[in-house]
């Protein structure tokens, strides 16, 4: 029916060539085309069904919990009772993608795949709710798995390509999650925990703020800013073992923590979205909208900070980001000695440390960066002189470059893990329940260490 569809579209667009030409007039677009259209007798009525015409919309897929969850609605055009017929049996193909490379395939990746050489696994009647949204759910996925589904009704072109990626709950926190575990300290450890809601992301969920610890010294973290890398699943486990193992060390210093500060499109992956995703719902990089040197364009990754498509784009003004405006109130309430944001990829980040480019001749603030950076590597035990340096390497309107020059307090990106095979595993984002628990560890020894160094 493509096929059909295109031929007929080139031979109206030659003919309207033609009309042009030789001043043809009033040829209507349906007596030119309805030749290659495919029709059906639909009671007493002919139905035109072509690509523009589906008889399904909006499909929609997620997962949660190990079961994939698909669903539809009837085209607005056939959603009255007397189109059920075209309704009577749904459909259900779906095929494995296991070639798709996290960080290097987006969501072209699926167009490109096609249901017909997908497997039907399932053909039978579903009952619309409000007679209008047809839902199906795959129990029979697997952990770490990459699928494309699409949905066709009796008659009409599949709706699809939806794809998912079955994630591990365990790796992947939604935000309920992050706020349950926050609750559950609260409630454990009530005299060491202050939570405060700090602001609102661009969809509206409240952003949490954590103070753990009675010392009014501080250091912050902040997690997720880039919505596919790491931060609630590392900081909330630094947080529940300092709350367990370092009471004591907490009575000194305290820990203030932002563990997710880009929920909205954290949970789209946690859900299931395949693809990296890095900017916030309004499609801004948070960590090119802080308001220190924002106006000066960077480039990066091929992108332009000042380009509204890229993914690296800074917003419309500085700070225009309510994301970024909870960050700045918080971190300026607290006023933290160091400031660590979690980044690299799929819940991991490592020991590479990176601050504002702009900092690498300023001696005196290169030196405090060491006297925060140096404690935290000797915790974490990885033994690595060569990658325990200061990287001088983020840009205008990051949220290092604003630590740096607004702040002057130690701020860093914490980056890639030092060792190669980790480093591959979650870059491609096969991270496990085993690898997680590896830097979960790493990241609270070194958090430890810190604290112990800056407690005396
Ligand atoms: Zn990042």
Redesign the pocket.
């Known amino acids: 029916m493509k096929k059909e569809v295109s031929i007929a579209k080139n031979l109206s667009k030659q003919i309207l060539d033609r009309r042009k030409f030789i001043g043809l007039a009033s040829f209507s677009m349906s007596e030119i085309l309805s030749p290659f259209y495919k029709t059906k007798l639909h009671g007493k009525k002919t139905i035109i069904l072509t690509e523009e015409y589906r008889t399904l919309r909006d499909g929609h897929v997620f997962c949660k919990n190990n079961q994939v969850f698909v669903s539809v609605f009837k085209a607005m055009r056939f959603s009255k009772p007397i189109h059920d017929d075209l309704y009577k049996e749904i459909r259900i193909y779906r095929t494995e993608c296991p070639d798709f490379t996290f960080g290097t395939d987006y969501e072209e990746y699926f167009h490109a795949l096609d249901y017909k050489q997908a497997t039907l696994i399932f053909h039978g009647s579903i009952k619309p709710a409000l007679q209008s949204k047809f839902s199906f759910t795959d129990d029979h996925v697997r952990t770490g798995v990459v699928y494309c589904y699409w949905i066709a009704s009796s008659d009409g072109e599949p709706e699809g390509p939806l794809p998912v990626k079955v994630r591990d709950p365990d790796v992947w926190w939604t935000f309920e999650k992050v706020k349950a575990k926050i609750e559950l300290l609260k409630n454990a450890y009530p005299k060491y925990i202050q939570v405060q809601q700090i602001g609102f992301t661009a969809n509206r969920k409240s952003i949490t703020g954590i103070k753990v610890g009675q010392g009014k010294k501080c250091i912050a973290l902040v997690g997720a800013?880039?919505a596919g890398?790491a931060g609630p699943e590392l900081i909330m486990f630094v947080l529940e073992n300092l709350l367990d193992k370092h009471q004591d060390l907490l009575k000194k210093v305290s820990v203030i923590a932002i563990p997710s500060a880009n929920p909205d499109m954290r949970d789209k992956l946690a859900l299931g979205n395949p693809w990296y995703i890095?900017r916030n719902a309004n499609l801004v990089d948070i960590?090119r909208n802080f308001p220190t040197d924002w106006e000066k364009t960077e480039q990066n990754y091929g992108y332009s900070t000042d380009d509204s498509q890229g993914y690296t784009y800074r917003g419309q003004y500085a700070a225009s980001e309510s994301e970024t405006v909870a960050i700045i109130d918080y971190i300026q309430q607290e006023k933290p000695a160091a400031l660590f944001s979690f980044?690299?990829l799929a819940s991991i980040a490592g020991g590479t440390l990176l601050t504002s480019k702009d900092a690498v001749n300023d001696k005196e603030y290169v030196d405090l960066c060491y006297k925060i950076a140096c404690p935290y590597w000797k915790g974490m035990n990885l033994n690595e002189p060569t990658k325990e340096e200061i990287v001088f390497y983020c840009t205008a309107g990051s949220l290092p470059t604003w630590g740096y020059k607004s702040l002057r307090i130690p701020t860093f990106?914490v980056?890639d893990p030092f060792d190669s095979a980790d480093w591959a595993q979650c870059a491609k984002d096969q991270t496990d329940p085993v690898l997680l628990h590896k830097y979960q560890q790493l990241q609270f020894q070194g958090f430890t260490s810190l604290l112990q160094s800056i407690s005396s």
């Open positions: 800013v880039h890398e890095r960590n980044h690299f990106d980056e």
